[in-house]
């Protein structure tokens, strides 16, 4: 085999034994330096250690661009992986490292490193459960102008209660702006509630409680879109064909045998 296809079988494939070894360690790689990144920012331990940690981190940035240009070299498309997703994270997981010689305080972008960890659903072959994740991608698509309408439905509740709030508190009480009032509204209907800004006259309190039994209201909606489109969705993916052995349907799209009788299911047209 020659050697350009032999490293594209082990870069890019999982099927070889060499090839899920390379993507295994590749993700302990990952993690690995991504651990080196958030024990640099801890000032107790960059103090005792930096030096060494940015070593382990120009260590982990060679290999990785060595590797990038490993999977130039071998990919058949080279444009195509580019600008793949994959492609543009592992050329964004090497380049704050170069940066930060330039730019102070760029590898704090490193963080970007955790995307390629999406690999491991490849290594592993957890693909199957992209399908899911696509189910739950088609779900929030078909929610969306439910989704916006509902958004701005809540914005606008956020306004007038600030804008009460403002009117009523003013100043004296902590709502010195428009915009720090319709703060105070966002994290009291988000019933986060930090407290920094509280009301203090009888009627801001008024305000206040209608404000927080509004928020009860409101966090139900949008559960209530997902999962009203969740369902629908769900439905729109069985298979519509039945069982002929038992006559049941409402089988998933890509099953083979009926999961009441274990009959062979008719194959879709």
């Not at 999406?118 to 989704?147: E, G, M, P, Q």
């Not at 009460?164 to 004296?172: A, D, H, S, V």
């Not at 039994?213 to 298979?239: D, H, K, M, N, V």
Request: contains cysteine; proline residues 4%.
């Amino acid at each position: 085999m020659p050697f350009k296809n032999r490293l594209y079988d082990i870069i890019f494939g999982t099927e070889s034994r060499a090839g899920q070894l390379f993507d295994l360690i590749l993700i302990l790689a990952i993690l690995c330096s991504v651990g080196v990144l958030l024990l640099d920012t801890v000032a107790a331990v960059h103090s005792r250690i930096g030096e060494l940690l940015v070593a382990l981190e120009w260590v982990f940035t060679i290999a990785f661009t060595v590797e990038f240009i490993a999977r130039l070299y071998c990919s058949p498309n080279r444009r195509a992986y580019l600008f793949s997703f994959y492609g543009m994270v592992d050329l964004l997981s090497i380049l704050p490292t170069y940066l930060a010689l330039f730019i102070p305080g760029a590898q704090q972008l490193l963080v970007i490193r955790l995307f390629r960890v999406l690999r491991i659903f490849r290594v592993l072959k957890l693909l199957r459960y992209l399908a899911d994740a696509n189910l739950l991608i088609r779900t929030l698509r078909a929610a969306k102008r439910k989704i916006i309408i509902f958004g701005f439905s809540v914005i606008t509740v956020v306004v007038i209660f600030g804008s009460l709030m403002y009117l009523i508190e003013g100043p004296e009480n902590g709502f010195t702006s428009l915009p720090k009032s319709i703060y105070w509204a966002i994290v009291t209907i988000t019933t986060v509630g930090y407290g920094d800004i509280t009301p203090q006259s009888p009627l801001g309190q008024f305000v206040a409680g209608i404000a927080m039994f509004t928020s009860y209201a409101i966090i139900a909606i949008p559960t209530g879109i997902f999962s009203a489109e969740l369902i629908q969705e769900s439905q729109r993916s069985r298979r519509p064909s039945r069982c002929s052995n038992c006559g049941r349907g409402g089988h998933e799209t890509d099953a083979l045998y009926c999961k009441y009788c274990s009959a062979k299911l008719p194959e879709s047209v």
